[in-house]
């Protein structure tokens, strides 16, 4: 690709180039693995899974060089980043296997209210966190928002993953709300999901 900008930043894509699919997926399943590996387990199947299914224009992708280096996706209307429906997962795992794997998927859908933007998951490399490339890319979902007239981004975020919630949180949302799910500590590795919002102004257009 050899993407990056002048002063050493990441450029940022509007979508998931072609050739990128493994890479994203590979980001996505190592933010997320814990919570989709009951799922899409086993691993090598779950990144497969996800890099099948993407869908391109609902993903902005960080690139620094030659690298991907980190992924937000998002729901506008029906379709977010990541895709795959029920004869999707019944290809891929089987009749016998995809059913429970399908109730744990129902379990992580989102759809987005009239005028509201849902973030489907921000991934950003190991080597590359605490570096501005995850404030960089909520920043460009803000855009995508407000150029799409939607009046607010919305988020879920993990009681295990206080890191996110602080990042969120320095970039301007706010939790509304936070179910407690006890019954999915085990399964899936998590006890609570906090709901956050973030009003886009026009401001958050591009220029």
Avoid: Q, S
Wanted: positive net charge; glycine residues 14%.
């Amino acid at each position: 690709m050899g993407i990056t900008e002048g002063n050493g930043r990441p450029a940022l894509l509007r979508a998931v180039p072609a050739g990128a699919e493994a890479r994203v997926a590979e980001l996505y399943w190592e933010a997320f693995g814990r919570k989709l590996g009951p799922a899409l387990n086993p691993p090598e199947a779950g990144r497969a899974f996800i890099a099948a299914h993407l869908h391109h224009d609902r993903g902005i992708v960080a690139v620094h060089g030659d690298e991907v280096v980190g992924v937000a996706g998002y729901r506008l209307g029906r379709r977010g980043l990541t895709g795959g429906g029920l004869g999707d997962v019944l290809a891929a795992y089987g009749p016998f296997r995809a059913l429970p794997r399908l109730a744990v998927l129902a379990l992580f859908e989102r759809t987005p209210e009239p005028g509201e933007l849902v973030m489907d998951g921000i991934a950003v490399d190991a080597h590359r966190r605490g570096l501005g490339t995850g404030g960089l890319l909520l920043t460009e979902v803000a855009a995508v928002a407000a150029e799409h007239g939607c009046h607010r981004v919305r988020l879920d975020v993990i009681d295990v993953n206080p890191r996110a919630r602080a990042l969120y949180e320095r970039h301007g949302f706010t939790a509304v709300r936070t179910e407690r799910t006890p019954y999915l500590r085990a399964l899936l590795g998590f006890g609570a999901v906090t709901t956050m919002h973030r009003p886009v102004t026009p401001a958050d257009a591009r220029a």
